[in-house]
């Protein structure tokens, strides 16, 4: 069975820095995109970067400058540097990959559990 699996979430203090990951397991034949959402209660999920995978990235305007997503395609796992944290950047962040299943070889799209970033002095 595919999932992703995420780490990296916790309490951090404004202008701090957090790093996220996201490992995928489980019968895959390969990964293609690979991205980072996040969403507060009431809101929807918004994007907060992407990366393709010969490393095309893809940035929401509000964390330019400040989020970098990379991946190491040997360990399957994407990764979200998070810097100048800001407490608007509070929330719950999903790990979303496009993967192909060995069991279907169809295109699936997963997501992960989720892991809280609180941004807060």
């Known amino acids: 069975q595919v999932q992703l699996v995420e780490s990296g979430g916790g309490l951090v203090q404004p202008g701090g820095s957090l790093r996220l990951s996201c490992s995928a397991f489980?019968?895959?034949?390969?990964?293609?995109?690979m991205g980072w959402y996040r969403q507060v209660p009431e809101k929807e999920r918004e994007l907060v970067a992407t990366?393709?995978?010969?490393?095309?990235?893809n940035y929401a305007d509000s964390v330019k400058g400040r989020f970098t997503i990379f991946r190491d395609n040997a360990k399957n796992t994407v990764y979200l540097q998070m810097n100048i944290l800001k407490p608007e950047d509070t929330a719950v962040y999903y790990c979303?990959?496009?993967?192909?299943?060995?069991?279907?070889?169809?295109?699936?799209?997963?997501w992960g559990q989720g892991t809280q970033v609180t941004v807060s002095s």
């Open positions: 489980g019968g895959f034949f390969s990964i293609r995109d």
């Open positions: 979303n990959a496009d993967l192909l299943p060995i069991a279907t070889m169809r295109s699936t799209n997963y």
């Open positions: 990366i393709t995978n010969d490393g095309s990235t």
